[in-house]
Nanobody, 126 residues
Framework: VQLVVSGGGLVQAGGSLRLSCAAS????????IGWFRQASGKEREGISC????????TVVGSVKGRFTISRDKGKNVIYLQMNNVKPEDTAVYYC????????????????????WGIGTQVTVSS
């Protein structure tokens, strides 16, 4: 499966942005899809995850309560809605998927995902 991430850009603090993760080559019906981000000089961080099989989802860490993950099964697209963004949300954002992973309340672990999209830069200005 190939993933294409889009929707990044420059946004002011307090604003909103929606990222999309579109899949091709295979359906995501039975896959877990995770959203990750990597700020400059920092390790990749898992922030959200959704199980396509049952729609259960998790958002963790500093973005909890501000970001939400959702899916459009018909379009084979996963979204990350980012609200009330902060300068510390500035990072390259990635989506990834794996057919054998099941998202838990702990959030996604990057080492468990096998297919990655090319990241999109999100920059939040203060």
């Amino acid at each position: 499966v190939q993933l294409v991430v889009s929707g990044g850009g420059l946004v002011q603090a307090g604003g909103s942005l929606r990222l999309s993760c579109a899949a091709s080559g295979s359906t995501l019906s039975f896959h877990a899809i995770g959203w990750f981000r990597q700020a400059s000089g920092k390790e990749r961080e898992g922030i959200s995850c959704i199980n396509s099989s049952d729609g259960s989802a998790t958002v963790v860490g500093s973005v909890k309560g501000r970001f939400t993950i959702s899916r459009d099964k018909g379009k084979n697209v996963i979204y990350l809605q980012m609200n009330n963004v902060k300068p510390e949300d500035t990072a390259v954002y990635y989506c990834a998927t794996d057919p054998d992973y099941y998202c838990s309340d702990d959030g996604p672990d990057a080492t468990d995902f096998t297919s990655w999209g090319i990241g999109t830069q999100v920059t939040v200005s203060s």
